[in-house]
């Protein structure tokens, strides 16, 4: 029996609220500013921390959580999150009204996604 697989991502430090503008970005990608990453991830899935992807060794069933915390600079901003395997169109699409005056708002992202061996996992923000 194989064991699980599982991946866990946290950031520690955040990056500046401007990185994430009116384009879509990888969420975990270590290039943006500032930003500190801490893992725990099994063998099977890879993290690759400056392109922000997540690569599975072995298909399966997988549950994608992305629990995020973000903020505005100014006005009120609608943050859209995106789930794409290799690069296909989005698997999943959830958005979270964030509020003015640098009020950080939490928002849970899941799906649960069929992969297929050698999949890669984009997790976008915009």
């Given at each position: 029996?194989?064991?699980?697989?599982?991946?866990?991502?946290?950031c520690?430090?955040?990056?500046?609220?401007?990185?994430?503008?009116?384009?879509?970005?990888?969420v975990?990608d270590?290039d943006?500013?500032?930003?500190?990453?801490?893992d725990?991830?099994?063998?099977d899935?890879?993290?690759?921390?400056?392109?922000?992807?997540?690569?599975f060794r072995?298909?399966?069933?997988?549950?994608?959580?992305?629990?995020?915390?973000?903020?505005?600079?100014?006005?009120?901003?609608t943050?859209?999150?995106?789930?794409?395997?290799?690069?296909?169109?989005?698997?999943?699409?959830?958005?979270?009204?964030c509020?003015?005056?640098?009020?950080?708002?939490?928002?849970?992202?899941?799906?649960?996604?069929?992969?297929?061996?050698?999949?890669?996992?984009?997790?976008?923000?915009?």
């Open positions: 029996m194989r064991a699980p697989s599982y991946g866990y991502v946290s520690t430090t955040a990056t500046a609220n401007t990185v994430f503008d009116t384009s879509a970005k990888h975990f270590s943006h500013a500032s930003v500190v990453f801490s725990n991830i099994s063998d899935i890879t993290w690759d921390k400056s392109a922000g992807t997540f690569t072995d298909e399966g069933i997988y549950h994608i959580v992305a629990n995020l915390i973000t903020e505005s600079n100014t006005a009120i901003n943050h859209t999150v995106t789930f794409n395997l290799n690069s296909d169109s989005a698997i999943y699409t959830g958005a979270a009204l509020p003015a005056a640098f009020d950080p708002v939490g928002h849970t992202h899941q799906r649960i996604i069929s992969i297929s061996a050698g999949d890669v996992l984009h997790i976008k923000a915009v």
